[in-house]
């Protein structure tokens, strides 16, 4: 009762102030509430298969409020009429939490050249009941893109980007960090919007506290999109060296990532699209732990589409396969599944995006823990306009598994919405 109170009188405080200020050019306003929910199987199935940096991306995974009502305000300025400034301030408040976000954006032309700036600081704090891991903190983050044109098609790019947390209290667990880096690239444009773009990045990361957690990556990576007669093809791929500041190299890797679609039309209303995940990790040799593993991902959809929606049916199979040594229990599996992917768009008024999988994975070795299981996994995304200046934004994901033993099945819920007015 006592958050139901704040959320009204903050709502109806940014109300009253946006009414007395609505008149001002470049000025806009946005108030509402929402709704936040990660069940705890969410983040322990979540972890990135990367033991270094275990802690620090199950707290990135909790940055958002866990099972709360919010309310939430924010002021966006935008002093030119062409957008090419756009600086937002918002504010998040719980029963537990409070939370101040500053956005920044600008789209700047230097004569022939472009430059992209985006800023980011988000400050969190815990004000009510016993704290935790990662409750309190600040992150900040930066990034500048330079644009040169070499001619007409072809673009270089330079882009510095650099970010940090500050935890209120250090403890073993929550340990702050900075992370900075540069992209060099080229950007190709073909005839019929389709395009290219090659990068060689390099990233650091220093963790005081924790110096093991300190790491330098390095790698090529690469994205086409292409449109042709009877379709598009859109690839990324990504090579990526990561060493970690810890001997005998651990944790150290070599990671290969490729993710490719194509959609292929069959006449006027129907189509076929593929789909293709690859993730290969080579550890080093000497690595004491860890051991190299690779997954692929294959989907195979037949569709139909009209103006505003698009239906596609199919399998989607999916395989993990480790270099098990003698003493490890293999985590190897191949799972298959059936895919409906539905899409739906009014202009202006509805975007509906929802995702269903049915299948079972199979395990090459099971024990106590890891078992075989059936599993029913959705995704929605939808946005809607109620009416004018009333949005409605929901993000929900569940997976339901059915083990050989029952008492390894569970169920996993993410919920994230916001109800917001604009004026």
Request: no cysteine; proline share 2%; charged share 25%.
């Amino acid at each position: 009762m006592r958050s139901a109170r704040v959320f009204a009188l903050a709502i109806t405080v940014f109300v009253a102030g946006g009414v007395h200020t609505s008149e001002a050019a470049g000025f806009s306003y946005k108030a509402g509430v929402g709704y936040d929910f990660i069940s705890q199987e969410y983040f322990l199935d979540s972890i990135v298969r990367d033991s270094a940096d275990a802690i620090l991306t199950q707290w990135s995974l909790r940055t958002d409020y866990l099972d709360d009502v919010k309310g939430l305000m924010s002021l966006t300025v935008t002093p030119f009429a062409d957008r090419r400034v756009e600086l937002t301030a918002r504010y998040e408040q719980t029963r537990d939490f409070f939370r101040l976000k500053f956005l920044s954006d600008a789209r700047l032309k230097l004569g022939e050249t472009k430059l992209d700036l985006t800023g980011k600081v988000d400050w969190r704090q815990r004000h009510d009941g016993p704290s935790s891991f990662g409750d309190s903190y600040v992150f900040g983050y930066s990034r500048a893109k330079w644009t040169v044109p070499v001619d007409a098609s072809l673009n270089g790019t330079v882009q510095v980007q650099g970010e940090f947390v500050s935890f209120d209290s250090v403890t073993t667990t929550s340990v702050n960090y900075f992370r900075g880096g540069a992209k060099i690239g080229l950007e190709k444009l073909f005839e019929d919007f389709s395009f290219a773009d090659v990068r060689l990045t390099f990233l650091a990361r220093e963790v005081p506290d924790s110096t093991e957690l300190s790491y330098i990556t390095y790698g090529l990576e690469g994205t086409y999109f292409g449109i042709y007669d009877q379709g598009e093809l859109d690839v990324f791929g990504r090579l990526e060296r990561k060493d970690y500041n810890q001997t005998g190299g651990r944790n150290d890797y070599w990671r290969a990532e490729v993710d490719g679609r194509n959609k292929i039309r069959l006449g006027e209303r129907q189509f076929t699209s593929q789909a293709v995940e690859f993730e290969l990790t080579d550890y080093d040799p000497t690595d004491p732990v860890n051991v190299d593993y690779y997954v692929v991902e294959v989907t195979l959809l037949l569709g139909f589409e009209a103006l505003d929606y698009s239906i596609g049916i199919g399998p989607e199979l999916e395989a993990l396969h480790e270099g098990k040594e003698d003493f490890t229990i293999s985590e190897d599996y191949f799972e298959a599944g059936a895919k409906v992917d539905f899409d739906f768009m009014k202009l202006r008024r509805l975007f509906l995006s929802a995702e269903s999988v049915t299948g079972h994975r199979d395990r090459e070795d099971n024990n106590e823990l890891l078992t075989d299981y059936y599993y029913e996994r959705l995704n929605l995304i939808a946005d809607a306009t109620l009416f004018k200046g009333l949005a409605l934004n929901v993000l929900f994901s569940t997976e339901w598994e059915w083990h050989s033993i029952a008492t390894n099945d569970s169920r996993i819920y993410l919920l994230a919405s916001n109800l917001t007015y604009s004026f």
